[in-house]
């Protein structure tokens, strides 16, 4: 009776090792842009191409994330260059990321990719 308990309990233990998985994949329909796939994980958000996002606040309806590239000036003090943002807003299954470039402090130029049909 031991062992039956003990291979039931080993067994039901290695087939739920999925039940928790911190891994969520979103396809999408590119408007302006390819068709990708975002795939949601604990700390990123990855596209289908490999660029990766920082994860930022996950809701029960929308996921954003961020990247920031900087540069070093001429004394050393890190600023902003760039920041690529993402979002995913699955109540209307549509998404975005935008890029916006700084100069000086200010937004200097902003693109943008639109997605649908997100699934």
Same mark, same amino acid.
């Given at each position: 009776?031991?062992?039956?308990?003990?291979?039931?309990?080993?067994?039901?233990?290695?087939?739920?090792?999925?039940?928790?998985?911190?891994?969520?994949?979103?396809?999408?329909?590119?408007?302006?842009?390819?068709?990708?796939?975002?795939?949601?994980?604990?700390?990123?958000?990855?596209? &289908?191409?490999?660029?990766?996002?920082?994860? $930022?606040?996950? !809701?029960?309806? +929308?996921?954003?994330? =961020?990247?920031?590239?900087? *540069?070093?000036?001429?004394?050393?003090?890190?600023?902003?260059?760039?920041?690529?943002?993402?979002?995913?807003?699955?109540?209307?299954?549509?998404? &975005?990321?935008?890029?916006?470039?700084?100069? $000086?402090?200010? !937004?200097?130029? +902003?693109?943008?990719? =639109?997605?649908?049909?997100? *699934?």
């Amino acid at each position: 009776m031991k062992k039956l308990f003990s291979t039931i309990l080993v067994l039901s233990l290695l087939l739920s090792g999925n039940a928790f998985a911190n891994k969520i994949s979103i396809q999408c329909d590119g408007d302006n842009t390819p068709n990708t796939t975002f795939t949601i994980t604990k700390d990123n958000i990855i596209l &289908s191409d490999g660029f990766v996002f920082d994860l $930022d606040t996950v !809701t029960s309806t +929308t996921v954003t994330g =961020y990247k920031n590239y900087y *540069r070093r000036n001429f004394f050393g003090i890190k600023k902003i260059f760039s920041r690529y943002s993402v979002l995913i807003n699955l109540s209307d299954r549509r998404a &975005s990321i935008k890029r916006y470039d700084y100069k $000086d402090g200010l !937004t200097a130029d +902003t693109n943008s990719h =639109y997605y649908s049909n997100c *699934r």
